[in-house]
């Protein structure tokens, strides 16, 4: 079953029934002048940045998680002597070394306090400071900004566009023949949440086993698009006319077993940003920024259930040739308890619209002006920022 496809829709639909009509492949595409291109990854269901770049070197790390935390002696890879990378994501050691790829730890939208994973995707996807401020995504009021940009037009390979591309530019909808369903995360989150109605809990279990049947189509071989189609997808687009593509992976919800269940999303991302780059080739990939982010980080502690829980503070990733990279960005606000927010979460130290911001400044000439209050509403933004360093 794969695991990046399913919006916020997709997970609604699929929570009412799990064997119903397919839930097809979000990857939003818009066409403009000019050689720069910019990819954003929506990672769902709130991606554990701690787990992804650990910072084994940080002193209460391996309390906070006896049995999460790596250390370089157990297969965590050093970036720095006092971040680690998941052994998961050794693929992008390359694009470290190439410096094509960078960290922003610490970062989030406004968002505070209720943890909702619709309301935090719904913030991040707006650009707005509030829930349901914004109702357009920032992407589609970009395009209306865009400096010399006369095509606003995108295409999204959906049934629907997602929210960060959502607004008064057109979009056009390409349908995939894709046959997905929910990832790993979403289903035992139902399975927990009714387990004690024998009925459901009945009826879920059928629908999970005529759901992974209908997704066979020879045996041990599954039906649809997996994330290296989807991003060879969005490269081929991209040597095109189009210059922004959007997509989804989730999978991130990680509240059990988190050990096993981090690993495929991780190998997803991993995959999307190689295929990206191989698939556009030594020159785009020059002038190409991908910027992969999620709706809010993870509880510091690991839980009972061997996982984590929903939290503040969340990790960022900035990859492509167009980058200054090899380097883990923002201000790390450190794991003492005096320093954590609420005692239980990363404190976020910069917002993740101040670095969306930054890179559609970079790549596209956005004015600050537009930046701050046609795209992103009340975020501090201007030339200084730390994130046009990247």
Not at 24 to 48: H, N
Not at 319 to 343: N, T, V
Request: charged share 20%; proline share 5%.
């Amino acid at each position: 079953m794969t695991d990046f496809t399913l919006s916020r829709r997709g997970f609604l639909a699929s929570a009412c029934c799990l064997a119903a009509a397919p839930v097809l492949t979000p990857v939003t595409f818009a066409s403009m002048p000019g050689d720069k291109r910019f990819v954003t990854i929506v990672l769902r269901g709130a991606m554990d940045g701690l787990a992804l770049v650990q910072p084994y070197g940080d002193a209460g790390f391996a309390a906070f998680r006896p049995t999460l935390a790596l250390t370089p002696e157990t297969g965590l890879i050093d970036l720095d002597g006092h971040f680690g990378l998941h052994p998961s994501a050794a693929g992008l050691m390359p694009l470290w070394r190439g410096r094509e790829l960078a960290f922003v730890h610490a970062v989030s939208t406004p968002y505070r306090d209720q943890r909702s994973h619709f309301d935090g995707q719904d913030m991040l996807e707006s650009g707005g400071e509030h829930v349901s401020e914004e109702k357009t995504g920032w992407l589609n009021r970009a395009l209306a900004v865009i400096p010399r940009s006369d095509a606003r037009k995108a295409i999204d390979v959906n049934t629907s566009t997602e929210l960060i591309l959502t607004g008064p530019n057109n979009v056009d909808v390409w349908a995939s023949d894709s046959n997905l369903g929910p990832a790993r995360d979403e289903t035992q989150f139902l399975k927990r949440l009714y387990a004690g109605d024998p009925a459901f809990a009945k009826a879920m279990e059928e629908a999970t086993r005529a759901n992974s049947a209908s997704m066979v189509a020879e045996p041990g071989g599954p039906r649809g698009q997996k994330v290296a189609d989807v991003a060879a997808l969005a490269g081929n687009m991209l040597k095109g006319d189009y210059r922004i593509a959007s997509f989804s992976i989730t999978g991130w919800d990680t509240h059990v077993g988190q050990i096993g269940q981090f690993k495929r999303p991780v190998q997803d991302l991993t995959e999307a940003i190689t295929t990206l780059k191989s698939t556009l080739g030594p020159d785009i990939w020059s002038k190409t920024v991908v910027l992969a982010m999620t709706e809010f980080g993870r509880t510091v502690r690991e839980n009972g259930s061997g996982g984590t829980d929903h939290g503040t503070g969340g990790c960022a990733v900035l990859a492509g040739g167009a980058i200054s990279g090899g380097r883990i960005l923002g201000r790390w606000p450190g794991l003492g308890d005096q320093q954590l927010l609420d005692e239980r979460d990363l404190a976020p130290t910069a917002d993740v619209r101040e670095l969306a911001a930054a890179m559609l400044y970079r790549q596209f000439d956005v004015t600050v002006d537009d930046l701050t209050a046609k795209i992103f509403p009340g975020v501090s933004f201007d030339k200084g920022s730390q994130f046009l360093r990247a």
